[in-house]
T-cell receptor, first 113, second 113 residues
Framework: DGGITQSPKYLFRKEGQNVTLSCEQNLNHDAMYWYRQDPGQGLRLIYYSQIVNDFQKGDIAEGYSVSREKKESFPLTVTSAQKNPTAFYLC????????????FGPGTRLTVL | KQEVTQIPAALSVPEGENLVLNCSFTDSAIYNLQWFRQDPGKGLTSLLLIQSSQREQTSGRLNASLDKSSGRSTLYIAASQPGDSATYLCAVFIIQGAQKLVFGQGTRLTINP
């Protein structure tokens, strides 16, 4: 089955900790994205990557970091600098930048204790 | 700045009715428009993608239209079923400045048996 997997489904973080959210796709897509979803707000773009070894900041990149060392993987690290990290995090991919139908993973819910 | 609005925020209708969900956007310079479905606590499922040069797309009981000049899209659902209950999101892909999807806040749809 082709698709996008995210792990873990639920994640709890203590104040001051860094945590890493996993996103893997086996769709052979070039582009990958990270979004944050908060109640009552639309999805907001954190980071995106058009191709391996390249990534760009989105609208709310402060306090987050990413890497894109492999085509199928785009992990997101939520650092202690992110002041309000409790949210639902969604990873997406699209076949290529010029054809931008995006497909989403199941999400990770992060809660700061 | 591109803004996407979906009205109403919530809609409840009896099973079997045909219904229309609305999406408006402020800047007609879009690359494409995508409709998604989101079930509670889940990721997004892509329903339909309309390229900027297209007027409509159909998939089963769903039909989406796009009028770029007026900044509007509609999602028509025929013969609604309880399983259609979900939040429906529209998003436009913009290519001026940061290339990204801009999301509306969604319409929460409830189909009553």
């Amino acid at each position: 089955d082709g698709g996008i997997t995210q792990s873990p489904k639920y994640l709890f973080r203590k104040e001051g900790q860094n945590v890493t959210l996993s996103c893997e796709q086996n769709l052979n897509h070039d582009a990958m994205y990270w979004y944050r979803q908060d109640p009552g707000q639309g999805l907001r773009l954190i980071y995106y990557s058009q191709i391996v070894n390249d990534f760009q900041k989105g609208d709310i990149a402060e306090g987050y970091s990413v890497s894109r060392e492999k085509k199928e993987s785009f992990p997101l690290t939520v650092t202690s600098a992110q002041k309000n990290p409790t949210a639902f995090y969604l990873c997406a991919s699209s076949p290529e930048w010029s054809y931008n139908e995006q497909f989403f993973g199941p999400g990770t819910r992060l809660t700061v204790l | 700045k591109q803004e996407v609005t979906q009205i109403p925020a919530a809609l409840s209708v009896p099973e079997g009715e045909n219904l229309v969900l609305n999406c408006s956007f402020t800047d007609s310079a879009i690359y494409n428009l995508q409709w998604f479905r989101q079930d509670p606590g889940k990721g997004l499922t892509s329903l339909l993608l309309i390229q900027s040069s297209q007027r409509e797309q159909t998939s089963g009981r769903l039909n989406a239209s796009l009028d770029k000049s007026s900044g509007r899209s509609t999602l028509y659902i025929a013969a609604s079923q309880p399983g259609d209950s979900a939040t429906y999101l529209c998003a436009v892909f913009i290519i001026q400045g940061a290339q990204k999807l801009v999301f509306g806040q969604g319409t929460r749809l409830t189909i009553n048996p």
